[in-house]
């Protein structure tokens, strides 16, 4: 919130208390969903996240459609400190949306990982890779290996991809912190 005061209908200071308060149940959320384990429960703990934005998105509406109902009572400084507000709590919104996909992502790889394993195709132990080399042609060990490697090249390539989305949340989360700080 900015350094001055906001002058706020008793209407409008409700509806951003209430937004205030969503914001803050999302916050926590989040770092309880950090801390899960059990894919499940992430997996709840999101679906309760989301439905905790879209009263959000539902509030700050309303929230817009107060401050234009209000606008020819208020003096055009507070008018543009309304909008500024809202404009900070659009960006904070954003950023959960944005932490919101980040983690459905991760636990969509996981499920799938999952599902892989639980496949029923179990990789073979030390002995039997010793034993399945020794009868392979060299092309055949040559092949297997570029499989092996392609394999690796394109998990590094997902690995990556996980990275970069999560720099992008934490600069998003970043940005927000340092928006309700100043």
Known sequence: MATT??????????I???????????????QRLDKMKDSNRQSKQLEELTGKMRECKRLIKEFDREIKDEES??????NKQLNDEKQSMIKELNSYVAMRKTYMNTLGNK????????????????????????SMSNQEL????????????????R????????????????????????
């Open 142 to 157: 040559v092949d297997h290996g570029m499989k092996t490697m392609d394999e690796t090249d394109q998990a590094i390539e």
């Open 111 to 134: 499920k799938i990982e999952l599902f892989d394993m639980g496949a029923g195709v179990s990789e073979p132990t030390a002995d039997e890779n010793v034993k399945m080399a020794s």
């Open 16 to 30: 951003h208390g209430e937004i205030r308060d969503l914001f803050r149940a999302l916050s926590n959320g989040f």
């Open 159 to 182: 690995s990556k991809k996980v990275v970069e989305q999560t720099i992008e949340v934490g600069t998003q989360t970043a940005g927000t912190l340092k928006g309700q700080v100043s």
């Open 5 to 14: 005061e906001l002058q706020m209908s008793p209407q409008l200071e409700q």
């Open 73 to 78: 009572k208020n003096p055009p400084e507070v």
